[in-house]
């Protein structure tokens, strides 16, 4: 029997242009069966937000290179919460340094992929956050 | 045709080694898909003309350099790019560079200040000095440059969608340091089309943007002579996955377009082209990149000459910045970084480059340390001083594998230039997504291909250990921006709001009309104008444009 698919919201916050990674992300999430919805860049926490609830999507993952992760993945946060969208699952990646992880972490960000994180790996994590095995 | 003595050798030598030990591998491949051969010999370019094509270093087509001597003359630029949370701060790194006797000055500014929001913009936040200086008003650039004499250095400006603002704020500085304008040197990025394909910082739609890069190649014409209007971009392109061919391919299919833009403005071809300048990425294929370089500069030689009637040499003169590779960077093992940068370095000077910046080992994180620019700095010195590569003019021209690679290159560029041609050009093919879907498909192959381990990266995929992360990473906090817009409203205060008011309106009449925009942009800087202001002005005159191609 086939499972309902996954639903993932791939989403760029703030306003770097550096979408290679998101997009390979993306990519890699379509090619193993997820549903994939990519916002494009420059998109505001409101925004990513709004889109999340519209498309009923179980997993966000957020990407941003320019080191302005720390105040915009928390007002994504923030916003999920107001709406009661705790079910929704958030991933990060970027130009994250590790000192940060821990604050990620507290603010309910459940996995935080780096530089040279392999897809094969973000697709289990997502997998793995969805279904709990 | 192979000689005989190859076919020879091919039959006696090669096939019985062949079958004794096979290759590691069963193809070796460019990032372009092109096949690199077991052996290159005088065969491989057979019916070539070598002096012809490349020809000769400092005349036509320029392909073993744009100048007769090279670095036996004068050493290329180095130029380092920088930019901090706060122009103090950048302000000291860049005489801090100068003293470490870096060449020329190159300025970041944060995604604010090229984005055309002022710091404290709502979409600002969380972005204010996070990837260079911000830069609200003339204040700003005030401090910046504070005891660095306009005119007796050469600035860079990564600087596209709001470029006219940021050369505007400079020539403003220049007057008010007493310095005369025409003989300010430096370069602004202003290439907006690689905005649309790869690095996403545009504001407008197309068609107003290349009429501010129009007005600012007839204004510099006739006011900054020596300043080099645009840098035509390939570094971004390839950063998004590009490979060599189509880094070149797309860069110069975006030059013809300006060119065809200024032309279509009625400027003539040799008035402006001189001015001309580009920027690429020096990847890690050492023999790949060399022979990329070389090919850029015959194509856009051949392209100016033929397509365009350009009469004068200089117009045929393909100048470049080099940048090594960003994304080959690894947070894995950062010290090989330094070994991937150098090789990197190598490929740039040996391709002929005019100026060049070498990364920073701890880029993979963040803004670099002192400690790692600095290192980074000292290895071009090392390439310039120590490595004998700068004595000669084009070390490697002759070379039978890089003549050979040089042709392949240009010709496979040549051939995605005519694909972009039957599309309508760099522009119609960006509207219709081709040059980012070629971009998008070849990234996801290079990650494919890493994770299939078919392409090693030493410390990701083999070689693997534990490592030590870099400590003392640059941090950018909070306070910093509380700082900026401080000094914003403090600005907003003191200045005339009647003068900015009258500034702005007399901007909006000069976008809706024909005339050059940039003395209205450089009477709302004079009067501190802040950037936002005079970009919500253009966008309601211009309009905004989305993301052309999004997945």
Known sequence: MSRKKIRVLVAKPGLDGHDRGAKVVARALRDAGMEVIYTGIRQTPEMIVEVALQEDVDVIGLSCLSGAHLELFAEVMDRLRQKGMDSVKVVAGGIIPGEDVPALEKIGIRAVFGPGARTPDIVAAVRRLVTGE | MPGKRR???????????????????????????????????????????????????????????????????????????????????????????????????????????????????????????????????????????????????????????????????????????????????????????????????????????????????????????????????????????????????????????????????????????????????????????????????????????????????????????????????????????????????????????????????????????????????????????????????????????VEKLTRDIAAAARQYIQKIDSLGGALAAIEKGFQQREVQESSYRYQREVEAEERVIVGVNKFVTPYTKIEKLHRVTAGEARKQVARLNKVRRERDGGAVAAALEELQKAARGEENTMPAFLRCVEAYTTVGEMCDALREVFGVQREFLIF
């Open chain 2, 7 to 401: 076919e020879r050798w091919e039959k006696e030598v090669l096939g019985p080694a062949l079958k004794r030990f096979p290759e590691r591998q069963p193809g070796f491949r460019l990032t372009s898909g092109l096949e690199i051969r077991p052996l290159y010999t005088p065969d491989d370019l057979e019916g070539a003309d070598l002096e012809e094509s490349p020809g000769y270093p400092g005349e036509y087509p320029f392909g073993r350099g744009i100048q007769p001597t090279m670095y036996r003359g004068r050493l290329w630029t180095m130029r380092q790019y920088s930019g901090f949370a706060s122009a103090e701060e950048s302000n000291r790194r860049y005489r801090y560079l100068l003293e470490q006797g870096q060449t020329g000055l190159s300025i970041a500014f944060d995604l604010p200040t090229q984005l055309g929001y002022d710091s404290d913009s709502p979409l600002a936040r969380g972005e204010v000095g996070k990837v260079g200086v911000p830069v609200d008003t003339l204040r700003d650039m005030e401090v910046l440059f504070e005891g660095i004499p306009l005119d007796g250095v050469s600035t860079s400006m990564t600087i596209n969608a709001t470029a006219p603002i940021l050369l505007a704020m400079y020539i403003a500085l220049a007057k008010r340091q007493g310095a005369d304008p025409a003989r300010l040197d430096g370069t602004i990025q202003n290439d907006i089309l690689k905005e649309y394909i790869a690095r996403g910082t545009y504001i407008f739609p197309p068609g107003p943007s290349l009429r501010l890069t129009t007005d600012i190649f007839r204004y510099c014409r006739q006011n900054l002579p020596r300043w080099n209007t645009i840098s035509i971009s390939g570094y971004h392109i390839r950063e998004a996955g590009a490979t060599a061919v189509q880094e070149v391919a797309f860069t110069l299919a975006d030059g013809i377009a300006y060119v065809r833009a200024a032309i279509d403005k009625g400027l003539n071809v040799d008035d402006f082209a001189g001015r001309l300048s580009f920027f690429f990425d020096a990847h890690n294929n050492l023999l790949e990149e060399v022979a990329k370089f070389r090919a850029a500069r015959l194509l856009w030689a051949e392209i100016m000459k033929e397509r365009f009637g350009a009469k004068d040499p200089r117009s045929c003169m393909l100048r470049f910045h080099t940048q090594t590779a960003g994304c080959t960077l690894t947070a894995q093992q950062p010290y090989n970084n330094i070994v991937r940068v150098a090789v990197q370095a190598l490929a740039a000077v040996l391709g002929g480059t005019q100026s060049l910046h070498t990364n920073s080992y701890d880029e993979a994180y963040a803004t670099p340390s002192e400690e790692a620019v600095t290192a980074a700095l000292r290895t071009q010195q090392v390439l310039a001083y120590e490595s004998g590569v700068a004595d000669t003019v084009d070390p490697l021209g002759g070379a039978w594998l």
